[in-house]
C-alpha cells in the first residue's frame, strides 16, 4: 500500500518496488478483470469492436472512479481543506491502475485488430494474459515473503484461479 | 531536476488528464449525434476519438506513478 510504513528490512528494492508499490494496486487488478470480462463477454465480435468495447470500458471506470474520489475527498480531510484541483489530481492518480492493468490485453488486442496477428490468436492471448498478469502476481507476492518456490507457484496458481471465476462470474452477469 | 520541473510535469499530466476526457466525451456526442442525423462518417470519427482517448490517459497515468513516485523517494 502506497501510504503504509514498511520497515525497511521488509521494503521491496528494486524492480519489485516498482512492480508491487507503484503499478500494481486494486485498481489495477480490477482493470485487468474487468478488460477481461468484457472479452469473455464479447467472443463472437470482431477484434475492432471488441478493442473499442474494452478501451472504453477502461476508460468510463477511470473516469468513474476518479469522479467518486473526487467527491469523496473534496472539502476538509483530515482538518486540511482540500480544493477541486488537489482532489481530482489525487482521484486521477489513484485511479490510474484502471488505464494501467489493461494495457497488456489492450495493445494484444490492437495486434489483433491490425492484422499483426492472428485475429482469434490475439482474442485468446489478450484473454489470458489478464489472467497470466494475476498468477504472476500470486508468484511475486509469495517471492516477497520469502516462501519456497513451489508455495509462490501454488499461490500464482490460486490467484489466477480466483481471477478466472470472477472474470466468468462478471461474463456471466453483465 | 530542477525545483521548477515537478510542477511543470504536473501541469502537463493535468493537461493530459483533461485533454482526454473531453477527446472521449466530444467522440461520444459525434457517436450520439452521428445516429441521430444518420451520418456514419461522424460515428467512426466519434468512435476513433473514444479509442484515442485512451492512450491519452494511459500516458498521463503512467507520467503521474512515474512522478509521484520519484517525490516519494
Known amino acids: 500500500m502506497r501510504t503504509m510504513s514498511t520497515p525497511n528490512a521488509l521494503r521491496p528494492r528494486g524492480l519489485r518496488l516498482l512492480a508491487r508499490n507503484e503499478y500494481v494496486t486494486a485498481e489495477a487488478i480490477y482493470g485487468t478483470l474487468l478488460i477481461c470480462a468484457v472479452l469473455a463477454a464479447a467472443d463472437d465480435e470482431p477484434e475492432s469492436e471488441v478493442l473499442i468495447t474494452g478501451v472504453a470500458a477502461s476508460f468510463v471506470f477511470w473516469f468513474a472512479h476518479a469522479f467518486a474520489i473526487t467527491i469523496t475527498r473534496r472539502g476538509v480531510v483530515d482538518g486540511r481543506r482540500v480544493g477541486l484541483r488537489g482532489a481530482s489530481l489525487d482521484a486521477a492518480y489513484h485511479s490510474a491502475g484502471f488505464l494501467t492493468g489493461p494495457i497488456i490485453p489492450i495493445l494484444i488486442l490492437t495486434a489483433g485488430t491490425f492484422d499483426v496477428i492472428d485475429g482469434t490468436v490475439a482474442y485468446w492471448a489478450a484473454l489470458s494474459s489478464g489472467v497470466a498478469v494475476l498468477v504472476a502476481m500470486g508468484i511475486v507476492a509469495g517471492w516477497e515473503l520469502g516462501l519456497r518456490w513451489y508455495r509462490c507457484v501454488l499461490g500464482g496458481i490460486a490467484t489466477g484461479l480466483v481471477g478466472l471465476v470472477i472474470i466468468t462470474l462478471k461474463a456471466i452477469f453483465d | ?73
Open chain 2, 1 to 73: 531536476m530542477s525545483a521548477a520541473e515537478p510542477g511543470a510535469l504536473r501541469t502537463a499530466i493535468a493537461v493530459l488528464y483533461i485533454a482526454a476526457i473531453t477527446v472521449f466525451l466530444v467522440g461520444v456526442a459525434l457517436r450520439i449525434i452521428g445516429g441521430l442525423v444518420n451520418v456514419d462518417a461522424l460515428g467512426v470519427t466519434g468512435t476513433l476519438m473514444n479509442a484515442g482517448a485512451w492512450p491519452i490517459a494511459v500516458v498521463a497515468a503512467i507520467l503521474d506513478v512515474r512522478q509521484r513516485r520519484r517525490a516519494a523517494l
